[in-house]
């Protein structure tokens, strides 16, 4: 069986860009985890988190708990990877072997009970009427998932690997030159990165032909949808391993070269700083940009709406990322108007104030 890893390099954290204050308003969730969604507070389990945030951009939590976090707490990293966590849960659900890899084993801890309340809450839905059964589905997934603290040592029997640690270019180089030199030849080496290149996150590594990208999207248990990078490295047999992975994994593959933000958020992000460019021209308000989308293109939410859910300054860190690289671009430039709003720690739902004001 394929062997999913997940791995996070040695800890470097980066600095939030969120300013800490008493009087912050942030919303509180309202939605109880035990509705039976996967999308959860890391920290109280009690929440539904408004959007994945916290300062290694992977641990999502609810405003609640987002407002009661220290200044020190902000510059570092809270909990585990939230994208390694849950992944690991479905790789686990899908006959997998998995070994989760981590820096400490506070969070080892960590992810092991968030996938052990993950899945008491799908055996309550599924195996209301017969405990037997839904025991046995949970003592099987849990059988195979395992954890360590080593990265040399895990990854030394891996078919496959699926990083999923901090959007830090540098770091990630790093930790695939590592274990380039350790595991098997056949490893296949993946990256679940939103914005940055995989051609550029391989760099160091020699067995260029086998690695892609594998982006999965939040909740990754309930989103279908995952994209195949492929870089002009990537071999036919890689390409085709990571499809068949994927589509094992009961998701919906779509395949993309190795382009800034891939399909998705490619797209979304320049259709965002458009719609926000509307608004600096005077040209629509927020609300009735919001409204002809949703009645007019049929999307569940206007693009206004959407940045503000997602989080002002995880669109400017993506934006940014991309002007720093691609100059000349002129679709991936942060508007003005971004960049105040981020710069008065006005992030959207999660601070109580974006485009829209939030009410606790």
């Not at 408004?50 to 020190?72: N, V």
């Not at 891939?262 to 458009?274: D, G, M, T, W």
Request: glycine share 4%; charged share 25%.
């Amino acid at each position: 069986p394929t062997i999913s890893k997940n791995v996070r390099p040695p800890a470097t954290r980066i600095k939030s860009r969120l300013p800490t204050t008493k009087s912050q308003t942030v919303p509180r969730s309202t939605t109880s985890c035990s509705d039976g969604t996967e999308d959860s507070c890391q920290l109280c389990c009690a929440n539904v988190a408004i959007y994945e945030y916290d300062p290694c951009r992977h641990c999502p939590m609810c405003g609640e708990c987002f407002a009661k976090l220290t200044e020190q707490q902000h510059e570092e990293c809270i909990i585990c990877c939230r994208s390694a966590t849950i992944n690991s849960r479905v790789a686990a659900a899908t006959n997998h072997q998995v070994i989760l890899v981590d820096q400490t084993q506070e969070f080892l801890d960590k992810s092991l009970n968030i996938i052990e309340t993950s899945l008491k809450r799908i055996v309550k839905k599924k195996f209301d009427k017969d405990q037997a059964n839904g025991e046995k589905y949970l003592n099987d997934i849990r059988s195979r998932i395992k954890t360590s603290l080593d990265v040399k040592d895990a990854v030394k029997s891996t078919d496959i690997i699926i990083e999923a640690i901090i959007e830090n270019l540098e770091i990630k180089q790093a930790l695939f030159k590592q274990i380039d030199q350790i595991a098997p030849k056949h490893t296949i080496f993946t990256s679940n990165t939103s914005s940055l290149p995989i051609t550029e996150i391989a760099r160091d590594v020699h067995r260029q032909d086998r690695f892609g990208g594998l982006h999965f999207f939040n909740p990754v248990p309930v989103m279908k949808l995952l994209e195949v990078i492929r870089t002009s490295s990537t071999s036919d047999e890689t390409y085709q391993a990571m499809l068949n992975f994927g589509k094992e994994l009961g998701k919906t593959t779509v395949s993309c070269k190795d382009t800034p933000g891939f399909i998705v958020n490619r797209l979304l992000i320049p259709y965002h700083a458009e719609a926000v460019r509307m608004i600096e021209r005077g040209d629509a308000t927020p609300e009735d940009i919001d409204t002809a989308m949703k009645l007019g293109a049929g999307y569940p939410m206007g693009p206004i709406e959407l940045m503000d859910y997602v989080g002002l300054d995880t669109s400017k860190f993506i934006s940014d990322g991309w002007q720093k690289r691609y100059p000349d671009e002129p679709t991936f430039r942060t508007t003005d108007l971004i960049n105040k709003l981020v710069s008065e720690g006005k992030f959207g739902r999660k601070t109580g104030a974006g485009f829209y004001k939030y009410s606790k």
